[in-house]
């Protein structure tokens, strides 16, 4: 075999895929490892399901990376202190720099009384339920008649997207902490809610809060025809759902009943200052209490503090002082040999093109390590098989996924529906020949 550069690139999401071909394409060897079965990560497992033609796209410039030749993917492989291989492991077999792309995994929580209540949910864990994520996919949620999710994002409205058309709840209550001038969805996102909008109460919430933002500046007859922007492009309405907000409210704490499930969630009432030239929310200590059987928590991210890198406010620390910036960014960790990029950098909006960026710059930085540092060396692809063997578990190689594609291709095609996706570990790894059909 030729000497090479052998770089480790550690999650199959977007940032990790388009990272992975950058590298590739300059003659480097690449191990991509995935925690999930199949690649793709939020792209496969975030964007809404019925969004078909975004996903197939999708997967079809995936499949085109891993068919790369001096690209190897290793699913089913968690890396971290706790997983199947640690940074150190990586290192003794070989690789000369390891690219962290593996998301966001752990969930952002604000540490409140009752977060442990039946009936009380992160964003993702929903989100991984519905897209057929394994084990999420397998976990039991209580989605109550009463839903409130707290945030103001397009992750918020995805939530509110599934609870109102798929699940049908009777009502479901975003809580936004600030005011309606500065939600952060996108108004193709609210089309498939909005006819749901009960549009009375929007506009008696509206001048309720009005006050609040004219004595910042902000304007609520803008604020508010923002908001009903998708109304001309509204996909008709599934269910009787009622979909309505609460500005300038946090949660402050969520009561259950004996049996520890959720009833009612306490949130206290914000006003708006102005510091330092920013807008922020500030409680007025008036509480009030929606009942509700659901709350979902859709307020962002935070890193796998047990993946093997120092954390700090939630994200992986980064040089603060790279020695290979890119627009000012640092995809420099302070372990010399290690970068990360993506989410694994910084929590971004979600969109794909971002991370797609974020990762192929994050390896344009360990190209330039790799021509200032280390030289090609004879990489001996036996001894990472030979580890990985040892794990005595299923691996999953790029063959594999081929074989678990053309599976749920068949299967889709048999049940006459659009999309096909196996909901379980066990039967991906049977339809690939993994283990054996019990």
């Known amino acids: 075999m030729t000497n090479q550069n052998f770089v480790a690139v550690v999650g199959a999401g977007p940032a990790g895929l388009f990272g992975a071909r950058e590298l590739a394409n300059q003659g480097v060897r690449v191990a991509l490892f995935n925690r999930d079965i199949k690649p793709g990560g939020l792209a496969e497992y975030g964007i809404y399901p019925n ?17 790369i030749p001096n690209l190897d993917y290793y699913g089913n492989i968690v890396i971290g202190n706790e997983g199947d291989l640690t940074l150190n492991d990586l290192r003794s077999l070989g ?41 999420y996919s397998q976990q039991s949620f209580r989605f109550g008649k009463k839903c409130a999710v707290i945030g103001a994002g397009n992750v918020m409205l995805d939530i509110a997207h599934f609870l109102i058309r798929e699940e049908k709840v009777d009502e ?4 936004v902490r600030r005011g309606p001038a500065e939600v952060k969805f996108e108004k193709k996102e ?16 509206i001048d309720r809060v009005t006050p609040i933002m004219q004595a910042v500046d902000q304007d609520p007859v803008a604020a508010h025809a923002t908001i009903l922007e998708a109304l001309p492009k509204a996909l008709p309405k599934v269910s009787d759902s009622k979909f309505r907000f609460e500005f300038l409210a946090s949660p402050v704490q969520m009561i259950g009943d004996a049996n520890g499930n959720l009833v009612q969630v306490e949130l206290e009432d914000n006003i708006l200052v102005e510091k330092d030239g920013d807008t922020k929310a500030r409680g007025n200590g008036n509480k009030r209490r929606l009942d509700v ?55 971004s909006s979600g969109l794909v093109g971002y991370a797609r960026k974020d990762g192929t710059n994050a390896s344009k930085v360990v190209m330039q390590f790799l021509q200032q540092n280390k030289q090609p060396i004879d990489v ?4 990472l098989v030979e580890k990985i063997k040892s794990l005595g578990k299923p691996i999953v190689t790029k063959d594999d996924i081929k ?28 339809a690939m020949g993994l283990i054996e059909t019990a």
């Open 380 to 383: 001996k692809l036996t001894v």
């Open 403 to 430: 074989k678990l594609e053309a599976a749920e291709t068949a299967e889709a095609q048999k049940r006459g529906v659009e999309d096909f996706k196996y909901d379980n570990n066990e039967a991906m790894l049977q």
């Open 172 to 175: 479901v209550v975003a809580v």
């Open 293 to 347: 059987e659901t709350v979902i928590f859709a307020i962002g991210d935070k890193v796998d503090e047990s993946f093997g890198l120092p954390v700090e406010w939630n994200e992986f620390v980064k040089n603060e002082s790279p020695k290979f910036p890119i627009d000012n960014t640092s995809f420099e960790t302070p372990f010399e040999d290690v970068f990360v990029g993506g989410w694994s950098r910084k929590a």
């Open 51 to 67: 969004k078909h033609t975004m996903k197939n796209g999708l997967r079809k410039q995936f499949r085109q990376v891993l068919d």
């Open 95 to 135: 690789f000369q720099a390891i690219l962290v792309t593996a998301g966001a995994q752990g969930t952002k929580w604000l540490g409140l009384p009752g977060e442990d209540l039946v009936g009380v949910y992160h964003a993702k864990d929903v989100v991984y339920f519905y897209n057929h994520l394994p084990p």
């Open 190 to 205: 609210m089309e498939y809610v909005i006819d749901n909008l009960d549009q009375a109460t929007l506009g008696a919430e």
